[in-house]
């Protein structure tokens, strides 16, 4: 077999090196009754062309070519050749977790210049170097503002990403943290401070909001800390649409626990993305996750390693930050490469074009909030949105997403989002279905 | 004497920020072709940030140089053997990184409607039903994002199913050679942790065992083969005296390289496990990630499964949302996908019959690698080994060398080092795993250097203790970093 | 002081046939899907062959750790500065490569109905049409693979229009600054070279060109601006003294990364060039090739262009066959195509603003190097000059130090070395071109290691002879390569 | 612009630095009647986004994901994905001619590994580096002929590839090389000896033919060398379909000139493919374009570097073998990446497939030739093979290459080739349309 480097001939060798005659003789030690006594039932290896030509079939039965105004946490944004270029270098793409420091520097250097530009984009003072993403991402942080605050409670916003708030309960459930949610303004879409001042109470740990949040509107992040903070409890900053960072004021959270598709990850049918995990300086220690300090060498050269290990299960098992341990690192060296390349005026001329076609979109159908959103925003077609996606097919564009089935509240309404890759004749066939 | 490698000089670079200056760019956007619309007028001046601070700029050349610069700073599996034990470090097709990227997989949105994805859905069918006849397991979820994540969805399952029996317990055994996220899961998943002794062959002590078991006990969390390679031989045993108690089998499947189509953990008693697509099945490492660590189980635990679950309704494939015994969801959307792909690209490639045969070739290179180097390095335990092998620095630490000076001197002999210091029951531990894609080359120069890195130590030992010597960056010093961290460039 | 490299190692391969054995396979064919056929039967047993003798047999890992681990023997743009002069080795944008590789434009066949090629006969009309407007010419050629392939197209032009005129003429001038090809190329299309020596400002000598030119001249080749980076400021005049008897100017185009956006040979009476695809317009080397090496021409030359042209008619695209005095087919098919897409690419990206732009960065760059270096190297022609600049090592060589010396010493400062020894009026000569898509920090780097490699010549020319040190390779016996040729592995 | 690593800070600094004001300055040497007095009449850059969107839009207008019966010197071979793996590599990909054999000995060892699997398939003992296409290297080796054996004529079969006879004739002109063409024969398509005799003379330098030749048809070069040894002239053998030397026993030709397109190469619209030329030891001072050979450091380690270069124009200027300079190096490299992965059962395989694959079609319809074929052959169809190929393009096949445009007397026949690509269903869509 072609992944296979070794003829009869020297598998023989081996064996007799090891003085056996037979491959069966090396599974002697796994008891007959543990044994499969039959083949697998698969078939047999195909070729490389086989395999290719299998998933074109199965490519061209999927959406993925068409212009598509679904975001709700997955953006279309496109994506630098260059990004490619780089994490398939089998240098990145080939090498383990970065523990022998001597032969990894490459990817230590990465590392510390991602967690560097989270920092720059997020105002906090130390980010981690990835999470799954950014559903898992918001109840590692949550277990960390206990472990913090001592308190149990976590209270999250309904806007925050419907996906993520599941996830968030499944985690809480045997860690006794009691998980409310609060609501959101019917008119302007952002949170709604006195229910949340309402449910403020000693018990809670951490405020948890979204923005732009699940329906793409930006919310007060500074006055939900203040109020959070004005109890005891902490402020944990979630985001799904990471290119907004690139405008928008960075909050003063405790904790940003976001996810970064946006940053060049391709939507990839919901993975693998990259989540990230920031906080302030004081709370470094009960980070979870993996971090890169700089250090150096036996000759005083700059150097880089894995530091803080003491909080990773490695080392404190039963006791560490969190379970992790395989992240998502050539993720997150994808985002490295798009936030390098874009830079500090690119992403900043991203955020705005992106701002500037979901607003054109908006000024052509009936946003459904009055709050400020950024590229994407709640729409109110005339007839069931499932219908207007219809009618978009037939003009092969993806729809937007229906909210009633996360928001009951909200049937009737769609999700809309549009990006620097929409283009205008798009927008304008949309207006249109939703005129 | 090294054989392996030469010197050469490799480029220097500095941290991204130190090549910045203001005003140059690597990047173009398309002219705008709908009104520029005023951040501060549209989202209000309180909400738009002042430019990025120390964000960097530069241009797409220099991008090209950094990356490809500090490339060639690391070491990967392209290069060469990478034994790192418990990581299956193997080839990693290249056929799989192409067909993830085909347009119709890699721009697949998770809403779009399902009539508009039965292309993907159908990987995720195809890999369900090939996962579990490997497996010997009757359902999966292909949602956690890697091991530890599979082994908290597991854990999760576990929990579920026994308060549906109604009583979830208290306890979970975890074997002291375990990984440290067994146990760290475990607590996550609200259980105390009962750590059990391994006998004198490296294997779980059924009278020991026996003797722990209750009904406090939720659940076994098992490795095998284990961390040392080797084969639990009672593992038929020990799944019976578990559920004598009605306590449960979770089996890490961190080393199903070891078993695939040799032994399937559903036929030797196993409840529940998960696998690490990034290690048996080829998916790349990527410098830490990302993985794949789906959960199969048996029939019983399949209500609690996480939502939404992949079903066939009239012929096509459908997301089940209508799991009211679920645990929920590990995670947003459906998993790595991508990862899902390329892992299912592997199984196609080697197909049934070719499985067996990578196991065959993975369990002949590792026993190879004990038969050639035990007469150099002391052997805790030596019965035989599976897809990996673990001795200890036993007879070169009598000459103040230890297991972390051997690896790092195995890096001026031009290989990776293999796992330090794991498993913790094993003092000094060498755990070394070729994996089958290593050639008989290969494996004999890491055997002289190994052997010659023995006699180094009793020559001049102080010469292996200041290794690696031969590296563009010396031995680090990671005691600083971790007294004064230094996380971000300013 | 080095500060650019630091040593690593790097690891050694065997050429592939000594890690071959018997049995391994690095390939899988689908399964034949027709009846098997014999081949003696079908063939006839004298024309099949037995099997090839010492022909490799390796698995696919070991392929890409055999081209990896050789690739990190390689010095690249990529990497770093690549100074060679001539050469133009700019920054290869990978969009370029992207779109080369789309499947429409990667798998179409030349013989495929024009109905079905439009797409790519659509590249080849924007790229004709750009070229000529670069170079200010009427018409152009897209067939030539490389620039002496263009060189022998442009010459046999003026062959072929010449006999039009009823005589072909002898002789054709070459400047003893012209690269080699140009006068092999004279030769190959059956003229007789003149060489004309370059005057002390290293431009062509007016006075002497009007004194050999007569009406047996078929052509001047001018590479403009030459070799030495200098622009023959007379080049109008000279033009006219070739028209006058009659006879053609033919521009060598390697050089145009001077010029693109500037200044345009149609303009200053040039009658035929070629450009360097692989050179101006970003295609890349390889390591030697492809390029492409398009031959723009006069309105009067463009009957003779090869044929097939490619025309319009009836709003589509059309290869033209019908061109009775055309000289004929210089290659199967319509040239390098893949290397014309990517030149397409690369100015659309930069667009008519930016191909100047990046001309002035070109030219600011040598000129910054001639400042900086002027003080440590000898400068023969110390005029000002275009996109490169050529030293000579007068002063470096009083202590027996050669060009060829400083170039390898260069290597263990972490940069490709110039061109050596070209272009041959220069004793000693050492040329620089850096190109526009080098950053200033970058130049400085070279420029301190040209300055401390003069000053190590000063203080130890012996450490300098015998450099470089720091290779995994070091100084390689080409002597004894040429006495005995070893062109194969046996 | 993104290409470009400058700010303009830097470049005010580095004109200074040169004692001048303006960019405009450094182009005073230029006289104005020489300049640009206006911008080129161009567009302005446009941004990677749409340089991938352009392309894509006219790749879609080609039929290159077709399946396809066209052969005829550019053949559809499967081109494995690990080729493109190894040539994107930046130190490939971005490196120049390895004239600085210390930092280039990546680039030369394999070119010695590809100039030693050239000489086992063809049985030669020497090759060089490569040329650019097959076409030119035809005429570069009957100027080596006429060089070797100071004659001047050349023969060529007229069931070599058309245009490489066009080629051949363009480059003889002038070079007083007259060439003359001999037939083949009606029946079998092979050369016709008794022309070939007929026509050898003591003038002739060189034989030239075609195996496979431009019928698919596989000549009989042994005689063929025979015969023209006979007379005192070299055979230069040539083929276009490089696969078929996997089964095909090597000519004992004195030069072999080919064409490698079917080692991985793709057909992209007609080029860059990868010309090379291999020749006897006695006859490797004549050989045109580069070659490396094996020698050692000053550490007496192996080592490579470019040799024998006297022959060449940069040492030798009008008196060298040729003119070549640049090559088609990335191109052969990835020949010698398929070579290396298909190895010695592979090739066969694969040829052995091509030969089944043609077969099969060709029992399905009727060949004109009766001589043995390879992976294509002259079919006889009952229309027009414009007509017919027409249909075949209803159902989104193309047809293969009507003959007549090349050889009149062939009018109404057109060329099929299969290949390990082509489907058993679609071959018998072909055979419809042909019955
Ligand atoms: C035995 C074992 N269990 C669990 C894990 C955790 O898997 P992951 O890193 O994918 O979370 C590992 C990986 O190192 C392992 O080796
Ligand atoms: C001035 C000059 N002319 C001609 C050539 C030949 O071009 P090519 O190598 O593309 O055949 C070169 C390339 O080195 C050159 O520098």
Redesign the interface.
């Given at each position: 077999?072609?992944?296979?480097?070794?003829?009869?001939?020297?598998?023989q060798?081996?064996?007799a090196?090891?003085?056996?005659t037979s491959?069966e003789a090396?599974?002697?030690?796994?008891?007959a009754?543990?044994?499969?006594q039959r083949?697998?039932?698969?078939?047999?290896?195909?070729?490389?062309?086989?395999?290719?030509d299998?998933?074109?079939?199965?490519?061209?039965?999927?959406?993925?070519?068409?212009p598509?105004f679904?975001g709700?946490?997955?953006y279309?944004h496109?994506r630098?050749?260059?990004v490619?270029?780089?994490?398939?270098?089998?240098?990145?793409?080939?090498?383990?977790?970065?523990?022998?420091?001597?032969?990894?520097?490459?990817?230590l250097?990465?590392?510390?210049?991602f967690?560097?530009?989270i920092?720059?984009?997020t105002g906090m003072?130390?980010?981690n170097?990835?999470m799954?993403?950014?559903?898992?991402a918001v109840p590692e942080a949550a277990m960390m503002a206990a472990r913090i605050t001592g308190r149990r409670g976590a209270l999250v916003a309904r806007s925050v990403?419907p996906?993520?708030r599941?996830?968030l309960?499944?985690?809480a459930?045997?860690?006794?943290l009691p998980v409310e949610e609060f609501g959101y303004d019917a008119q302007s879409g952002q949170i709604d401070f006195t229910d949340l001042d309402a449910k403020l109470n000693a018990e809670i740990a951490c405020v948890i909001l979204q923005s732009p949040n699940f329906f793409g509107i930006?919310e007060d992040a500074?006055k939900a800390a203040e109020l959070a903070h004005s109890k005891g409890a902490l402020l944990i900053f979630t985001f799904s649409e990471a290119v907004s960072l690139?405008?928008?004021?960075?909050p003063n959270a405790d904790i940003v626990a976001g996810e970064l598709q946006s940053f060049a990850i391709?939507?990839?049918?919901?993975?693998?993305f990259a989540g990230v995990i920031a906080t302030k300086e004081k709370f470094?220690r009960q980070l979870p996750g993996?971090?890169?300090?700089?250090?150096?060498?036996?000759?005083g050269?700059r150097?880089?390693?894995l530091?803080?290990?003491?909080r990773?299960?490695?080392?404190?098992?039963?006791?560490?930050t969190?379970?992790?341990?395989?992240?998502?690192?050539?993720?997150a060296?994808m985002a490295t490469?798009f936030?390098?390349?874009?830079?500090?005026?690119?992403?900043?001329?991203?955020?705005?074009?992106n701002?500037?076609?979901a607003?054109?979109l908006g000024s052509l159908t009936r946003p459904r909030f009055t709050g400020?959103y950024?590229n994407e925003f709640v729409a109110r077609p005339p007839a069931e949105p499932a219908e207007v996606?219809r009618r978009l097919?037939d003009r092969s564009i993806?729809g937007g997403?229906p909210l009633e089935r996360f928001y009951p509240e909200l049937a009737g309404t769609m999700l809309l989002c549009a990006t620097?890759?929409t283009?205008?004749a798009d927008?304008d066939l949309v207006a249109e279905a939703l005129a | 004497m090294i054989r392996k490698v030469r010197s050469h000089p490799t480029q220097n670079e500095d941290v991204i920020f130190e090549r910045s200056s203001p005003g140059k760019i690597g990047y173009q956007l398309p002219p705008l072709d709908v009104p520029e619309v005023d951040p501060a007028a549209a989202l209000g001046n309180e909400h738009v940030r002042a430019s990025i601070d120390g964000f960097p700029e530069v241009s797409e050349v220099e991008v090209i140089r950094h990356f490809t610069r500090l490339s060639t700073w690391n070491y990967a599996i392209d290069l060469g053997l990478y034994p790192l034990g418990s990581c299956t470090m193997k080839y990693n097709p290249r056929i799989n990184e192409a067909v993830a990227r085909l347009e119709g997989l890699a721009w697949a949105h998770p809403y779009q409607p399902e009539n508009l994805s039965q292309g993907a859905m159908e990987v995720c069918a195809r890999l369900e039903e090939a996962l579990c006849e490997i497996t010997g397991l009757d359902a999966i979820t292909l949602q956690p994002a890697a091991g530890a994540h599979g082994e908290l969805t597991g854990i999760l399952l576990v929990r579920a199913f026994l308060e549906s029996q109604g009583n979830a317990r208290r306890k979970v055994l975890v074997p002291d050679s375990a990984h440290g996220t067994n146990p760290a899961t475990a607590a996550t998943a609200g259980y105390a942790i009962h750590n059990i002794a391994s006998n004198e062959h490296g294997m779980i002590d059924l009278a020991q065992l026996a003797a722990v078991v209750d009904e406090d006990v939720a659940a076994l969390m098992v490795t095998n083969p284990n961390t040392l390679g080797v084969f639990e031989a009672n593992i038929v045993k020990i799944a019976e005296i578990l559920h004598a108690k009605g306590a449960l089998v979770y089996m890490d499947g961190a080393n199903m390289n070891a078993l695939a189509g040799m032994a399937r953990p559903g036929d030797f008693g196993v409840d529940v496990m998960h696998l690490n697509l990034h290690k048996t099945f080829s998916t790349p490492h990527g410098g830490g990630g990302p993985g794949g660590g789906p959960v199969a189980v048996r029939k019983h635990l399949e209500p609690f499964l996480p939502t939404p679950r992949l079903a066939r309704s009239a012929g096509a494939f459908t997301w089940d949302y209508d799991r009211p015994q679920s645990i929920g969801r590990m995670r947003a959307y459906y998993g790595n996908f991508g990862v899902l792909v390329r892992a299912l690209a592997y199984i196609l490639a080697h197909g049934g019959p070719g499985l067996r045969n990578a196991t065959v070739d993975a369990v002949l290179n590792a026993n190879y690698l004990r038969h050639k180097l035990a007469p150099h390095f002391d052997l805790p335990y030596d019965g035989p080994n599976m897809h990996e092998v673990v001795f200890s620095d036993e007879r070169q630490s009598a000459k103040g060398v230890r297991t972390g000076d051997i690896a790092k001197r195995l890096i001026d002999y031009g290989f990776h080092p293999y796992t330090v210091s794991f498993p913790l029951i094993v003092h000094g531990a060498l755990m070394i795993e070729p994996t089958e894609t290593e050639s008989k080359q290969e494996l004999d120069l890491f055997i002289d250097a190994m052997i010659s890195i023995a006699k180094e130590i009793e020559q001049d030992p102080q010469m292996v203790l200041q290794s690696p010597h031969t590296t563009r960056t010396s031995r680090v010093d990671e005691v600083t970093a971790a007294r004064k961290p230094i996380l971000r460039w300013r």
């Open positions: 077999m072609r992944y296979l480097p070794k003829s009869d001939a020297e598998r060798e081996m064996l090196a090891c003085g056996l491959a090396l599974f002697a030690q796994i008891p009754e543990a044994r499969l083949p697998l039932d698969l078939a047999a290896g195909i070729s490389e062309y086989e395999i290719a299998y998933f074109k079939s199965l490519a061209v039965k999927n959406a993925g070519a068409l598509s679904l709700a946490g997955v279309r496109y630098p050749v260059v490619d270029a780089v994490v398939s270098r089998g240098e990145f793409l080939t090498s383990y977790t970065p523990y022998q420091s001597e032969i990894s520097q490459g990817t250097m990465t590392i510390f210049e967690q560097t530009m920092c720059q984009l003072d130390a980010a170097a990835s799954y993403d950014g559903s898992t990403h996906e993520y599941e996830v309960r499944t985690y459930r045997y860690q006794n930006v500074r690139g405008i928008l004021e960075p391709s939507p990839s049918y919901g993975g693998p470094v993996r971090l890169v300090g700089q250090t150096s060498d036996t000759n050269n150097a880089f390693c530091t803080l290990a003491t990773e299960q490695h080392i404190r098992r039963e006791k560490s969190s379970n992790i341990c395989t992240n998502q690192a050539l993720i060296l490469v936030l390098e390349l874009y830079g500090k005026q690119g992403l900043r001329e991203l955020a705005t074009q701002l500037a076609k607003h054109y400020p950024f996606n097919l993806v997403l620097e890759m283009k205008r927008m | -």
